[in-house]
């Protein structure tokens, strides 16, 4: 009966949905530039009909170039245009034209020319869940996080993963499988004025994570047809660089000090080790730590399989797949940027807990990417999210135990931008309040061999990442969703990383 008046539920909000499209001003879900290069842009909109839209670009009060397009049901009304010819470390605004009705106006900036000497500055966060709860309201925010990185004025932003939650925990609704479904989810977040003010505001590199397909998603598990929804919804959303061969692998250069990676790490991995390791909570975790913690998860006093340790590091098992792990480190080997930033969906640096949907669940090719870029590349750096906390350390080899081993290369993880919080997850996991804090002070701080040492440890705060890039420095500050420093649970609050060029 319950999960009856549950889907009778969503066929009147459908119904509404489709209502308020009808009798709404068109273009009601705004506007967005992605893809930004040089010289380059693909600009978004949707319509409320299937008559021909004119996209007006301008530069400074000037309309320069025009371009119509035809928006089609089986694209869910969304446009994409494509513009090129532009000129390099411009500002353009732009709108849309539908009849007698005119979108919101956008705005996006032009990389600089690779040879440029420019000071670059971008806002990164992720995992924005819309979902309503049965009663109508948000489970979380109304994506302050959005507004504040639009309020920063920078030259482009990045919306990295879990752009919308297919099957969210709220409301008890089934999960969103089919590309129609994911459609409403995308419109569900379109809703909320920060998320439109952002794409707005100027350029967005979107990326996806696992819940636009399923919670920690690969192919191998979870088969084709999810992903090929998932795919087809969010590129329908979101004006991104696809190819079938590589996935959401690009690049994007940014002057003469910045080049952006971006990697697909949901398309070509391997099925995760979970089923191996019985989901224990922390396998690859030395025993003398496991039996330390283990008055908060008791079945850490067990010794862990050594099926599960082999699965862990079996070097067939891929994050990136071969074609998009030769691709990648080929170009970044190449690059001649100062700076090479890796954006990342899942965490690179270790922190051992749950370890099967990172990096760390896929040790041996984690190790050899590492030893790769050590050995190859200057002036690495990772940004993440994912994990809905604010992680800054050092990316090691190895972190417990009696010899730990530092790559040279540090990340920095984000978010979330509207969902449970780390500390909030920990304690639903360990089915005890506080829990999440507690390891974050006992583990996560102390420095190794006995913790890990992080810089900065904010488990329970809505956030996002503010980057500046110049010659000499990549500075990465956490923010709040009121811009502040992100704080610990101590008060203390989260000082930017400073890192200097090699």
């Known amino acids: 009966m319950r999960r009856a008046l549950i889907v009778a539920a969503l066929a009147v909000l459908a119904v509404a949905v489709v209502t308020a499209d009808a009798a709404t001003p068109a273009f009601r879900q705004g506007v967005a530039a992605g893809e930004v290069t040089s010289t380059s ?90 979902t309503p709860t049965q009663s109508g309201g948000l489970a979380y925010n109304r994506f302050q996080v959005y507004a504040r990185m639009a309020a920063e004025r920078n030259d482009f932003n990045i919306n ?6 297919s099957d969210s925990v709220v409301g ?47 192919g191998a598990e979870h088969g084709s047809a999810i992903y090929t929804a998932g795919v087809k919804a969010f590129r329908d959303y979101a004006p991104v660089a696809y190819s079938r061969e590589l996935g959401l692998y690009r690049s994007a250069r940014w002057g003469k000090h910045l080049e952006l990676f971006f990697l697909d790490e949901r398309s070509f991995r391997s099925a995760k080790a979970t089923s ?15 039996d330390a913690f283990a008055s908060l998860a008791p079945g850490l006093k067990n010794v862990v399989p050594p099926a599960c340790l082999a699965a862990i590091n079996d070097p067939a098992r891929s994050m990136l797949g071969p074609r998009q792990y030769a691709a990648f480190t080929s170009a970044i080997k190449a690059s001649t940027a100062t700076w090479k930033v890796i954006v990342n ?20 090719e984690r190790e050899r990417l590492l030893r790769f870029l050590q050995a190859n590349v200057k002036n690495v750096f990772f940004l993440s999210t994912d994990t809905h906390a604010n992680l800054v350390n050092e990316v090691r080899f190895r972190t417990l135990g009696a010899a730990p081993e530092s790559s040279g290369m540090w990340e920095v993880v984000t978010g979330p931008v509207a969902t449970n919080t780390f500390a909030k997850e920990v304690d639903r996991l360990l089915g005890a309040s506080g829990s999440g804090t507690a390891i974050a002070a006992l583990f996560f701080k102390p420095p190794p061999p006995s913790g890990l040492g992080m810089r900065c440890a904010a488990i329970d705060v809505y ?25 610990e649970a101590t008060g203390v609050a989260c000082a930017p990383l400073v890192l200097t060029a090699r």
């Open 463 to 487: 956030s996002y990442a503010q980057v500046t890039v110049t010659a000499r420095t990549l500075t990465v500050a956490p923010r709040d969703a009121k811009g502040n420093p992100v704080r």
């Open 160 to 165: 990295l993963g879990d752009t919308i939650y």
């Open 345 to 364: 969906e899942v965490p690179i640096q270790q922190y051992y807990a749950l370890p099967y949907d990172r990096w760390e669940g896929y040790a041996a």
């Open 172 to 218: 008890g609704a089934p999960a969103a499988r089919t590309v129609a479904e994911k459609w409403s989810k995308y419109k569900l977040g379109l809703a909320l004025p920060a998320l439109r003010t952002l794409r707005a505001s100027t350029g967005l590199y979107s990326h996806w994570d696992d819940h636009e397909f399923v919670n920690d998603f690969s």
């Open 41 to 130: 842009a693909t600009l978004w909109t949707r319509a409320s009909s299937a008559g021909r839209v004119r996209l007006e670009l301008s530069l400074g009060s000037r309309v320069v170039a025009t371009k119509a397009a035809r928006p089609s049901r089986a694209n869910d009304l969304t446009v994409q245009i494509r513009m090129t010819g532009l000129l390099p470390g411009r500002r353009y605004t732009y709108r849309f034209r539908q009849a007698s009705a005119v979108s919101a106006k956008g705005a996006f900036e032009t990389a600089p020319l690779p040879t440029a000497d420019s000071r670059v500055r971008f806002a990164i966060s992720g995992d924005a869940d819309a």
């Open 276 to 290: 191996a390791c019985g989901s224990d909570l922390a396998p690859t975790a030395p025993q003398p730590v496991r």
